[in-house]
């Protein structure tokens, strides 16, 4: 083949590629360091040579990215103390509208809830011990069937102490 042809198909082969990768892949077949594999003892055709240039490249395409990521990442200031006192009302209003009810007062928990059903049901107990009722609060509660007319169904109703009464 001719050596003019030869240099020509070369060149057409790496013409979109910067001359610093050329240079680096011609430096990398004479030292026996290719990036891609090879027929050792061959000499690359335009094909290989132009593929070692452009694996020569890719890392430096990569720190690009990088530095381009940095370069038009979105440059933002720190909010002033009055912004943050400004959000930190926004946030106290948001929290008062979104814990009232309709009539104004706060939406209790869950755990306010329970506690306050635990406190009714501790004092409606304590007002059937006044009462004097013995027999406990199944027995109670025949007597005010009783009274209803209707008969005593030995009802099963837990105790305070939390054994069931079964009379």
């Known amino acids: 083949m001719d050596q003019q042809l030869l240099e020509e198909e070369y060149a057409a082969a790496v013409r979109d590629l910067p001359l610093w990768a050329v240079i680096e892949a011609s430096e990398r077949f004479r030292s026996g360091r290719t990036l891609i594999k090879r027929r050792i003892g061959f000499r690359p055709d335009s094909a290989e040579f132009a593929l070692e240039a452009r694996e020569g490249m ?3 395409r990569a720190q690009f990215v990088r530095v381009n990521r940095i370069l038009n990442a979105e440059v933002y200031e720190l909010p002033s103390p009055k912004d943050r006192a400004k959000v930190e009302q926004l946030a106290e209003a948001f929290r008062a ?13 869950e755990a306010e809830i329970g506690r306050a059903r635990e406190a009714a ?15 406990g609060i199944s027995a109670l509660m025949d007597r005010l069937d ?8 030995g009802s099963l109703v837990e105790e305070p102490t939390g054994e069931p009464d079964r009379t």
């Open 146 to 153: 009783a009274k209803r007319g209707r008969p005593a169904q």
């Open 58 to 60: 890719i890392p430096v």
């Open 121 to 135: 049901l501790r004092d409606q107990v304590a007002a059937l011990r006044r009462t004097g009722a013995s027999g």
């Open 97 to 109: 509208r979104s814990m009232a009810g309709a009539d104004g007062r706060p939406i209790p928990t």
